[in-house]
């Protein structure tokens, strides 16, 4: 099967910022998403700066960087990203943080352990792109809020 990157009307690749504090995830996430999609990966949200030519369509954020700041930062970073979906990344579904983050407007969540097919359905649905039909869904491990 061959896959497409996301092009906007203008003709750029959707842009994905990965904000994980642990690196190996971080690094897997990039990996992952590169070949299709513009990706920027960042240790803290601190370093997710925004540039004109850098506004994210997609924003996947590790729970573990929103410990004990759900409350505050989740709603500052969906403003400082308007327009771009917010995907938690937790250890499962059901984790507390990231049931309490859909809660307060995040769009999804991918759970780990971090695989091509999940996190690239994941990033597809929340960019309303189909996922092509005759195979089976891989969103098992991703819930939308």
Do not use: N, W
Request: hydrophobic fraction near 45%; aromatic fraction near 6%.
């Amino acid at each position: 099967m061959q896959l497409e990157p996301k092009l906007h009307a203008a003709g750029r690749r959707s842009t994905v910022f990965v904000i994980e504090g642990e690196e190996v995830v971080r690094s897997a996430l990039y990996y992952i998403l590169r070949d299709r999609y513009r990706v920027r990966t960042f240790i803290s949200t601190d370093g997710a700066h925004i540039s004109a030519a850098d506004r994210p369509d997609v924003v996947l954020i590790g729970v573990s960087i929103l410990q004990d700041r759900c409350e505050i930062l989740l709603p500052a970073l969906i403003a400082q990203f308007a327009g771009a979906k917010i995907l938690m990344v937790a250890d499962r579904t059901s984790d507390p943080l990231a049931q309490a983050c859909l809660g307060s407007g995040a769009h999804g969540v991918v759970s780990k352990p971090i695989s091509f097919d999940p996190v690239c359905d994941a990033v597809r649905s929340a960019l309303a792109v189909p996922i092509v039909q005759g195979g089976p869904s891989r969103l098992i491990r991703m819930a939308f809020g």
